[in-house]
T-cell receptor, first 115, second 112 residues
Framework: QQQVKQSPQSLIVQKGGISIINCAYE??????FPWYQQFPGKGPALLIA?????SEKKEGRFTISFNKSAKQFSLHIMDSQPGDSATYFC??????????????FGQGTILTVHP | DAGVTQSPTHLIKTRGQQVTLRCSPK?????VSWYQQALGQGPQFIFQ???????QRGNFPDRFSGHQFPNYSSELNVNALLLGDSALYLC???????????FGSGTRLTVV
């Protein structure tokens, strides 16, 4: 019930291309879906987050698409750059109750953008 | 504006020993959560502290304990270290409303 499944495990994209990472969740009580970017030796940094009352959110080159009925959400990185090469994690959490504040993470996607 | 500060950055301990990791939350944040990130995996929730109380706990044994101080800083203690405890330990802070969460750079713990 608490799982978040992320795919693909790794992704190689050419500079200027579109990177797409997908996540699926099971617990319909989740109401907050952030994406984090992590560079080696650093902690995860929040990229963008969405709530289930909207289907899409865009911030610069980063877009989250959210499909509530399918319990899936995805991260699109437009015009991918070599500096985007990092590990990306989707996550989910729910407000209130006994799991308040707990983030459940996906397994991560290693993105490599070739120049 | 300082973000989340963790110390030390790296630590090597021997099996059976005890370790204490420290975290100072981002200014304005009063809630601290701890996560364990094994190599190649996503972070796993250990527990969360708010108002100096453990509010929420993940599936970690009692060897993992914590504390939050009146200034909102926090410690993570691990007793009787196992080789499998080797990981990056991340601290995340958040405002009272719960979101968003800001992570520190972590403490890399190696148990030999």
């Amino acid at each position: 019930q608490q799982q978040v499944k992320q795919s693909p495990q790794s992704l190689i994209v050419q500079k200027g291309g579109i990177s797409i990472i997908n996540c699926a969740y099971e617990n319909t009580a989740f109401d907050y879906f952030p994406w984090y970017q992590q560079f080696p030796g650093k902690g995860p940094a929040l990229l963008i987050a969405i709530r289930p009352d909207v289907s899409e959110k865009k911030e610069g080159r980063f877009t989250i698409s959210f499909n509530k009925s399918a319990k899936q959400f995805s991260l699109h990185i437009m015009d991918s750059q070599p500096g985007d090469s990092a590990t990306y994690f989707c996550a989910a959490s729910k407000a209130g109750g006994t799991s308040y504040g707990k983030l459940t993470f996906g397994q991560g996607t290693i993105l490599t953008v070739h120049p | 504006d300082a973000g989340v500060t963790q110390s030390p950055t790296h630590l090597i301990k021997t099996r059976g020993q005890q370790v204490t990791l420290r975290c100072s939350p981002k200014s304005g944040h009063d809630t601290v959560s701890w996560y364990q990130q094994a190599l190649g995996q996503g972070p796993q929730f250990i527990f969360q502290y708010y108002e100096e109380e453990e509010r929420q706990r993940g599936n970690f044994p009692d060897r993992f304990s914590g504390h939050q101080f009146p200034n909102y800083s926090s410690e993570l203690n691990v007793n009787a270290l196992l080789l499998g405890d080797s990981a990056l330990y991340l601290c995340a802070s958040s405002p009272a409303g719960g979101r968003p969460y800001t992570f520190g750079s972590g403490t890399r713990l190696t148990v030999v």
